[in-house]
């Protein structure tokens, strides 16, 4: 490493050994989980912040670049880079992989059918890294593809994330679950991480699925996360795979 560029990690407060684009990624990161920059806020312009962190303006731009690739934010033509927010579009075509049979990727159909309070088993809290007992808020919903039910979504959440959740503010929203979180409890959802198995219907699981207890599923397990890699939510997804496929990217 060169003088010049040992000297802007030391201005800049940070470790030598880091590429400097991430560090200054994970400041930018930092400052939007403290709540200094909000969803929708514009952050300030390319100058201020290269004199904010002591960084070219290469640095910067490489740093803003990884995180509007990864959604964090979100460059408007001539408006300048914003924080992103939920939205429809943004969760069909990055968080939710199933596809009707034979036909295009749509936004489902969402049918609300439990909200209630448990509390975390093993496979709960090794998933949100909460201890075993953690009070969890739990929401079912069934999805529907092409007029036809899909899926049902277990969601699981650590209550201490979501104070003040109810059976009415899942069923009153008008806005996706991520970008509900996202505006009223200020829990950001930034990326998934997904585990695909093969599994066999619940006598339950078949009633909301229309199907025969003991049908073959596909069992979707996926965890989302915030900032700091802190887990936020568990999703037990199970889709009838006669009526839709799983399609990543």
Not at 172 to 197: C, G, H, P
């Amino acid at each position: 490493m060169n003088k010049m560029a040992t000297r802007t990690l030391i201005e800049g407060g940070f470790q030598s050994g880091v590429p400097l684009y991430k560090e200054v990624r994970t400041q930018i990161l930092q400052a939007i989980s403290s709540g200094e920059w909000r969803a929708g806020d514009a952050l300030p312009t390319e100058r201020q912040l290269c004199e904010r962190f002591h960084v070219s303006m290469g640095t910067l731009r490489k740093a803003v670049d990884d995180l509007t690739v990864t959604g964090v934010l979100v460059r408007q033509q001539g408006r300048g880079t914003f924080v992103a927010r939920h939205s429809e579009d943004r969760y069909i075509f990055s968080f939710f992989h199933l596809v009707p049979r034979n036909a295009q990727k749509e936004y489902p159909k969402v049918d609300f059918q439990n909200f209630k309070m448990t509390i975390a088993d093993e496979f709960a809290a090794d998933q949100l890294n909460v201890r075993l007992g953690t009070p969890l808020v739990n929401i079912t919903n069934r999805l529907s593809l092409g007029g036809h039910v899909a899926s049902i979504d277990e969601i699981f959440l650590p209550a201490a994330l979501f104070p003040g959740m109810t059976r009415e503010v899942i069923k009153n929203r008008n806005t996706t679950l991520y970008q509900m979180y996202q505006d009223k409890f200020e829990v950001t959802v930034i990326r998934t991480a997904e585990r695909l198995s093969a599994a066999v219907c619940s006598v339950r699981q078949g009633k909301l699925l229309e199907i025969d207890a003991g049908s073959p599923v596909l069992r979707i397990n996926r965890v989302a996360y915030s900032f700091n890699n802190q887990p936020v939510e568990l999703r037990l997804s199970f889709a009838n795979t006669d009526r839709c496929e799983y399609v990543p990217g």
